[in-house]
């Protein structure tokens, strides 16, 4: 009871009085064992210069001490770094609420550690057969995705699945929602991030993501265990607006210790290195502040990690769904074990 008042407490003074960001994404790692076709991030393959695991440790301490709520590890694939365990472990006892995505395909051995020390684990799943092998260019990782999810919610962990859209997987929204139901776990859907020059070719016509979108819409509405939003749902479909919070409400570390936007569309620059300043320096610099700025007002964003922080953090939005039933507040509460 005590770890969610401590949240809220975190967020209110967030949200009515600093202004600053309440949730840290980390990128771990640029390794990974896969080679998905719609991704970026492997091809880099370096690895190189990485944040040390005791790096890391005091990042989490500084974020603790400037009011951070939550902490974020992806990648690549987090789980290639020996010190995943220890990195989660100490971020869950500084109290922030813990998160990690993984691909799946090496969950099942570490699953009652991560269960231990991660209040959710995403798991990126992009089809409901082993056609997911062929996108993700690692035979097998389909099956070893499940069985993580399985070996991890056997041991006590919460899981969601997440699963990106792109020309690639156009008619999985529905296998999807039927996996996610047989295993017990809730599900995302995500459009496919463009990254120009790579996978401009996969990328959905507006129309198509529209189609899509309101697809799951309906299946969410049937009952299906769909993690999105109504409110994201219908931006998607109907070009609902929303101002951009981002800055507002999370940054984003990559490994290397960069602070910087989260595929922001219009502004890329980099905002500080925590190797050369502290956490709190950065956000308080005048690039941070120019940031904050150029994103105000902003709504080119698709992704769900923009675009829900964003309404979360809307006031209007906030009182309006205070009054509707069933409470989204509650079911975001519920959703996410809070």
């Known amino acids: 009871m005590l ?161 990106v859209l792109s020309k690639l997987n156009i008619n999985s929204v529905r296998g999807m929602c039927e996996l996610a139901r047989s295993l017990g776990v809730k599900l995302a859907f995500d459009p496919m991030e463009i990254f120009p020059g790579l996978n401009e070719e996969y990328a959905l016509p507006r129309s198509e993501c529209r189609r899509l979108f309101a697809e799951v819409f309906k299946l969410k509405k049937a009952g299906f265990p769909i993690l999105n939003s109504y409110d994201y749902l219908e931006h998607i479909i109907s070009d609902r607006g929303y101002s951009c919070a981002q800055p507002r409400v999370f940054i984003k570390v990559s490994e290397t210790g960069e602070v910087e936007p989260f595929w922001c569309k219009r502004d890329n620059r980099v905002l500080g290195n925590l190797r050369k300043q502290s956490l709190g320096s950065i956000l308080h610099s005048r690039s941070f502040e120019e940031f904050v700025k150029i994103t105000d007002g902003c709504k080119l964003c698709s992704n769900s990690s923009t675009v829900e922080a964003s309404m979360f953090y809307s006031a209007r939005r906030f009182f309006v769904n205070c009054l509707k039933m069933p409470n989204p507040i509650l079911r975001f509460i519920a959703d996410f074990g809070l």
């Open 3 to 163: 770890r969610p008042l401590s949240y809220a407490h975190r967020y209110s003074y967030s949200r009515f009085w600093s202004r600053k960001p309440i949730l840290l994404t980390h990128s771990l790692t640029s390794t990974c064992n896969c080679e998905c076709q719609i991704c970026d991030v492997w091809r880099s393959r370096s690895g190189a210069d990485e944040m040390k695991t005791d790096e890391v440790l005091r990042m989490l301490e500084e974020a603790r001490k400037l009011n951070f709520v939550t902490y974020l590890a992806w990648g690549g694939e987090p789980l290639m770094r020996a010190d995943i365990t220890d990195i989660l472990e100490h971020a869950h006892e500084l109290g922030l609420y813990t998160s990690v995505i993984t691909n799946g395909t090496l969950l099942s051995e570490r699953a009652k550690d991560i269960s231990k020390v991660a209040d959710l684990t995403w798991v990126s799943l992009d089809h409901f057969s082993d056609y997911h092998d062929e996108m993700r260019g690692f035979e097998g990782a389909f099956d070893r995705a499940i069985d993580g999810i399985i070996q991890l919610r056997n041991s006590g962990g919460r899981v969601v699945i997440n699963c």
